[in-house]
């Protein structure tokens, strides 16, 4: 089985991780997840739903305490057999201590350890506007091999109502690992 994990901050946007999962799962793949705390406050002020909410009855899925440094996805031998790994939404603040090599909890310990084992890791970083020092742990990030993508969605594809923008966005991040979808319809010029 095809695996990925998915790794959701407080950032707000906190939707785009839990749809990243759902098609994810939906695409049966193996979907090892970490929760930030902030990002259940974020979903539950956002949407006035919780992660269990969203995610009963999909396969797949397997979640991880972030202050677990003994789960395996702390361990490059064992992050190497995936596929990527997605920070989605990604705040600044993980951006940052992912950039500068500092680890206060799992995600963290699992961006550098993708970084340092070469294995894709990709960051949907939501903040608006970027400060120089978010421009320069972007910067650090992609230097290093990571994957920077905007939670921008674009309107070529007509979106009728917002989880469609959602679906956009979802989609790209889908794109970079080279995963097909149908989350959008693509640019035909």
Do not use: Q
């Amino acid at each position: 089985m095809r695996k990925v994990a998915v790794c959701i901050t407080g950032a707000s946007g906190v939707i785009y991780g839990v749809s990243l999962v759902k098609a994810l799962s939906e695409l049966s793949y193996r979907v090892d997840l970490v929760i930030s705390g902030n990002a259940r406050v974020v979903l539950k002020e956002e949407h006035g739903k919780t992660f269990e909410d969203y995610l009963s009855g999909l396969k797949n899925v397997f979640l991880h305490d972030e202050k677990d440094f003994t789960s395996p996805l702390a361990s490059g031998s064992v992050l190497v057999k995936y596929e990527g790994v997605y920070i989605a939404p990604c705040s600044t603040s993980t951006l940052a201590c992912i950039a500068n090599g500092i680890n206060k909890n799992l995600i963290h310990r699992i961006g550098e350890v993708a970084l340092k084992e070469r294995v894709p890791l990709v960051l949907l970083v939501r903040e608006a506007p970027y400060s120089k020092i978010h421009l320069e742990n972007m910067l650090k990030i992609t230097e290093a091999g990571g994957i920077i993508v905007p939670a921008s969605p674009a309107f070529y594809h007509k979106p009728k109502n917002l989880e469609d923008m959602i679906n956009f966005v979802v989609g790209k991040l889908l794109d970079v690992l080279r995963i097909e979808h149908n989350l959008y319809k693509r640019w035909k010029g």
